[in-house]
T-cell receptor, first 115, second 113 residues
Framework: GENVEQHPSTLSVQEGDSAVIKCTYS??????FPWYKQELGKRPQLIID?????GEKKDQRIAVTLNKTAKHFSLHITETQPEDSAVYFC??????????????FGSGTRLSIRP | EAGVAQSPRYKIIEKRQSVAFWCNPI?????LYWYQQILGQGPKLLIQ????????DSQLPKDRFSAERLKGVDSTLKIQPAKLEDSAVYLC???????????FGPGTRLTVL
């Protein structure tokens, strides 16, 4: 079935450095790729998303790149801050039928920012 | 706008007992999801509704789990009977449609003893 793989599972970076999380997906028809941030004990919240008609999207310190040919996409966080510490999930859409899609989540990356 | 509401927030039961969770999505959102999130893992989709119809329940353990979305608004998820491995956070989410931003509720933390 459809699958989304995410790496690394844990990532520790020095405050101010950049963090990169990578995901691959299996469904070549996927066209929507959201990223969610989940702080400890809280609900997942969307931080950025990208659709397949663009290759890159940026929002302040966060950017996402998409390579549809290789079926992989990445999250880039620059100038990391302590509040960036959380678990990050990538996800990819998967078509169910003509008018319905579902979202498949990766297994998550626990990002820790060292002061 | 009001967010996705879920109740209860916490539930502790013994194995073989029954439990039910309730979700009220954001007004106007046609798509409603139930996810199971086991500690340290990503959310796993159990069932997805489009209005009051099921569009995907391929990962729902139908021998013990059931869900409904009467009138295409609120939804309930039931487990009967519960097993130890059902201990998890059950997240409800809603979106305008299937490939749009999902808004998650606070979740129900279930502990099965």
């Amino acid at each position: 079935g459809e699958n989304v793989e995410q790496h690394p599972s844990t990532l520790s970076v020095q405050e101010g450095d950049s963090a990169v999380i990578k995901c691959t997906y299996s469904d070549s028809a996927s066209n929507y790729f959201p990223w969610y941030k989940q702080e400890l004990g809280k609900r997942p919240q969307l931080i950025i998303d990208i659709r397949s008609n663009v290759g890159e999207k940026k929002d302040q310190r966060i950017a996402v790149t998409l390579n549809k040919t290789a079926k992989h996409f990445s999250l880039h966080i620059t100038e990391t801050q302590p509040e960036d510490s959380a678990v990050y999930f990538c996800a990819a859409s998967s078509k169910l039928y003509s008018s319905a899609s579902k979202i498949i989540f990766g297994s998550g990356t626990r990002l820790s920012i060292r002061p | 706008e009001a967010g996705v509401a879920q109740s209860p927030r916490y539930k502790i039961i013994e194995k073989r007992q029954s439990v039910a969770f309730w979700c009220n999505p954001i007004s106007g959102h046609a798509t409603l999801y139930w996810y199971q999130q086991i500690l340290g893992q990503g959310p796993k989709l159990l069932i997805q509704f489009q209005n009051n119809g099921v569009v995907d329940d391929s990962q729902l353990p139908k021998d013990r789990f059931s869900a409904e979305r009467l009138k295409g608004v609120d939804s309930t998820l039931k487990i009967q009977p519960a097993k130890l491995e059902d201990s998890a956070v059950y997240l409800c989410a809603s979106s305008l449609k299937g490939d749009n931003e999902q808004f998650f509720g606070p979740g129900t933390r279930l502990t099965v003893l």
